[in-house]
């Protein structure tokens, strides 16, 4: 079945940091890719997207790049800021009608001034 | 504003007193689903419904109930809670047609003593 792995966490990086978040998905077919992100306290919500293969998604300065190749969809950033602290969790939805959407564990992101 | 409401946000009860927690949805979504959030499980799916009167198990459906009479609502019935079912509850809509992003509410925090 279809499944999604993300690095463990936390990760602890200071303001201004490079960040990635690594995440590999197992799928048959052509999944659609997601990151979600949960601030403390509240629901999920969608960061950004990718629907078919080398679709570069982004959003508040974070990108993901879908690769059908490397089966990954790793989250990046360049310069984070401490209002990032937050849980991300990776995510994938099957291409047929009706399939759940999958997340990976979540990995913990703690960003200090 | 587009949004999926779930109520209680915070709950205590006891071992083996029946609750329910609702959830509604304003965006005429078809597919709504349950997910619980546990330390280092991440999200698991409880229960979906792909249209009213139209439901289904997901990962972890023991101890639950659902029903989906009207499109807009989702309810999750516990009719007697048990204190594994302690857990933080997530309810999500999305269009049924693929690709699209699932919405969140904002979460119940349920603690069975």
């Known amino acids: 079945g279809n499944s999604v792995t993300q690095m463990e966490g936390p990760v602890t990086l200071s303001e201004e940091a490079f960040l990635t978040i690594n995440c590999t998905y197992t799928?048959?077919?052509?999944?659609?890719l997601f990151w979600y992100v949960q601030y403390p306290g509240e629901g999920l919500q969608l960061l950004l997207k990718a629907t078919k293969a080398d679709d570069k998604g982004s959003n508040k300065g974070f990108e993901a790049t879908y690769r059908k190749e490397t089966t990954s969809f790793h989250l990046e950033k360049g310069s984070v800021q401490v209002s990032d602290s937050a849980v991300y969790f990776c995510a994938l939805i099957g291409n047929q009608a009706g399939t759940a959407l999958i997340f990976g564990k979540g990995t913990t992101l703690s960003v200090s001034s | 504003e587009a949004q999926v409401t779930q109520n209680p946000r915070y709950l205590i009860t006891v071992t083996g007193k029946k609750l329910t927690v609702t959830c509604s949805q304003n965006m005429n979504h078809e597919y709504m689903s349950w997910y619980r959030q546990d330390p280092g499980l991440g999200l698991r799916q409880i229960y979906y419904s792909m249209n009213v009167e139209v439901t289904d198990k997901g990962d972890v459906p023991e101890g639950y109930k659902v029903s989906r009479k009207e499109k807009r609502n989702f309810p999750l019935i516990l009719e007697s809670p048990s204190p594994n079912q302690t857990s933080l509850y997530f309810c999500?809509?999305?269009?049924?047609?693929?690709?699209?992003?699932?919405?969140f509410g904002q979460g119940t925090r349920l603690t069975v003593v």
């Open positions: 799928a048959t077919g052509y999944p659609s």
């Open positions: 999500a809509s999305r269009a049924q047609v693929l690709n699209t992003e699932a919405f």
